[in-house]
């Protein structure tokens, strides 16, 4: 079964700031690899699927990269709604999440 | 548009099977592709990946909960069921069932419902 590790656990920064998520799996997924947000009380949202291809609705700020173990959620530039947890996926696998909080 | 939403049992008690029902719109599972999956959440916890099921039958299970998991689907009423035995405190969570578009072979979910909780207690 394929590991995945997200890190930070939580990440604190300001709004305008740029964010950094990383995922990482314990073998290599080539580029089947999702990224979600979610809120407090809510659903998760689907933000990237397929390591880089941005889903319907999702800003331009929120950007995916990687291949094989290693994976990046990049947000440009940070909005006020943008702290929330986010969670990368790999078919039946989910990372353990990553806490995006306001400094 | 696509809507999702899960119903069942608020409580139940331990070792009792839990059936949890998808009822969708929007879409139907007679095409190609076209999937639904369960995930569930732990308060405070992390997503965990429990059951997948497409439009020609196929389906998926988490390799550590399927001996107690089954999927079933009634395209005609536009619904998914997931069937959970032996239940425990422990599985206790949100339970989410959500749209696979199968745009991708990473089975990533584009649509979600809201969720429901189910509590396992005596």
């Known amino acids: 079964e394929i590991v995945l590790t997200q890190s930070p656990a939580t990440l604190s920064l300001s709004p305008g700031e740029r964010a950094t998520l990383s995922c990482r799996a314990s073998?290599?997924?080539?580029?089947?690899l999702a990224w979600y947000q979610q809120k407090p009380g809510q659903a998760p949202r689907l933000l990237i699927y397929?390591?880089?291809i941005r889903a319907t609705g999702i800003p331009a700020r929120f950007s995916g990269s990687g291949s094989g173990t290693d994976f990046t959620l990049t947000i440009s530039s940070l909005e006020p709604e943008d702290f929330a947890v986010y969670y990368c996926?790999?078919?039946?696998?989910f990372g353990q999440g990553t806490k995006l909080e306001i400094k | 548009q696509i809507t999702l939403k899960e119903s069942g049992p608020t409580l139940v008690k331990p070792t009792q099977t839990l059936t949890l029902t998808c009822t969708f719109s929007?879409?139907?599972?007679?095409?190609?592709?076209?999937?639904v999956g369960w995930i569930r959440q732990p308060p405070g916890k992390a997503l965990e990946w429990l059951a997948l099921?497409?439009?020609?039958?196929?389906?998926h299970y988490s390799p550590s909960l399927k001996s107690r998991l089954t999927i079933t689907k009634d395209t005609s009423k536009n619904q998914v069921v997931l069937t959970m035995t032996n239940m425990d405190p422990v599985d206790t969570a949100t339970y989410y069932c959500?749209?696979?578009?199968?745009?991708?072979?990473?089975?990533?979910?584009?649509?979600w419902g809201l969720g429901t909780l189910v509590t396992v207690s005596s």
């Open positions: 959500a749209h696979e578009p199968s745009a991708s072979s990473g089975w990533s979910f584009d649509y």
């Open positions: 929007g879409f139907s599972l007679s095409t190609s592709g076209v999937g």
């Open positions: 099921i497409y439009w020609n039958d196929d389906e």
């Open positions: 073998q290599s997924v080539s580029r089947y």
């Open positions: 397929d390591a880089s």
């Open positions: 996926q790999q078919r039946s696998n």
